[in-house]
């Protein structure tokens, strides 16, 4: 995993679970790459025998340019996460975000066959996920940033089931999932929406994770929401699915998750 900063990345625990799990012999470590290094880095980590990795911010976006073959996902991205070698040699790179975020929907019991969606947040998270939602059956997807061209600009890529708007312009129909893709809970807030929005809403999540429900959840939960939950789920499902691209076996999510929930709690 390159990274910068790296050191709270729990994706060395999550790995090297999945490779116990499924009896695969695999080292995996977390690698802080200079902010203006990580090719460097990369392909040092190659010269010493590395076959693929994982790559976090703020690298996803040199990793895209540095791969020689981009999947779908990785397009729609725009953006890497995932680094492998083909059996021709070349570096190909993938986006498992998205897959992952779906993946964790449906662990939770959503039904995205024709779904309508209020996605929070023009970012790079909101761009890698819009892609798989779409496949996986999404009608409608609405999405809403503060910055309305932001989220234009990102719509546009896509068919007519994605909508743009600003935060005051979200169509009032119900959004049985919402799902805030912002990092305004690294800053104790949340995005600034009409609670109508959530009335309708029975599954509120949020990427970001922690031992205590992130602010949007807390105000979800507040609001009547039924089900809530954050990206831990995700983290561990997008992990699993750049496992599958290395090996082609696909680990068991449910122990892993458990476990990093629990070392959370403790915390």
Not at 227 to 239: E, F, I, P, S
Not at 241 to 263: H, I, N, S
Request: net charge negative; with cysteine; aromatic share 8%.
């Amino acid at each position: 995993m390159f990274g910068h900063p790296i050191n709270h990345s729990k994706s060395p625990v999550i790995h090297r679970q999945f490779a116990a799990q499924l009896s695969e012999q695999l080292q995996y470590d977390a690698i802080l790459a200079p902010l203006d290094g990580f090719a460097d880095s990369w392909q040092q980590f190659v010269a010493a025998g590395g076959k693929g990795g994982n790559v976090t911010v703020p690298f996803k976006q040199q990793a895209y340019q540095l791969a020689e073959q981009l999947s779908e996902r990785a397009k729609q991205a725009g953006a890497v996460n995932t680094l492998y070698f083909n059996s021709a040699g070349q570096l190909c790179g993938d986006n498992t975000d998205g897959i992952g975020l779906v993946a964790d929907l449906q662990r939770l019991g959503v039904n995205l066959q024709g779904a309508t969606v209020l996605l929070l947040g023009a970012g790079g998270a909101c761009r890698g996920a819009i892609g798989p939602l779409l496949d996986a059956g999404v009608a409608t997807l609405v999405l809403a940033n503060r910055t309305v061209s932001k989220a234009e600009a990102i719509a546009i890529n896509f068919d007519h089931r994605v909508s743009a708007c600003g935060y005051g312009d979200i169509p009032s129909q119900p959004y049985p999932l919402v799902i805030n893709a912002t990092s305004s809970g690294l800053s104790g807030e949340r995005p600034d929406i009409s609670a109508g929005h959530l009335q309708h809403c029975q599954l509120a999540y949020d990427m970001l994770y922690g031992a205590k429900p992130t602010p949007f959840l807390h105000w979800a939960q507040q609001q009547g929401v039924a089900q809530q939950a954050d990206g831990l789920g995700m983290l561990v499902a997008q992990a699993a699915e750049a496992f599958y691209l290395w090996r082609g076996k696909r680990p068991d999510v449910t122990p892993v998750l458990a476990l990093l929930q629990q070392q959370l709690q403790a915390v």
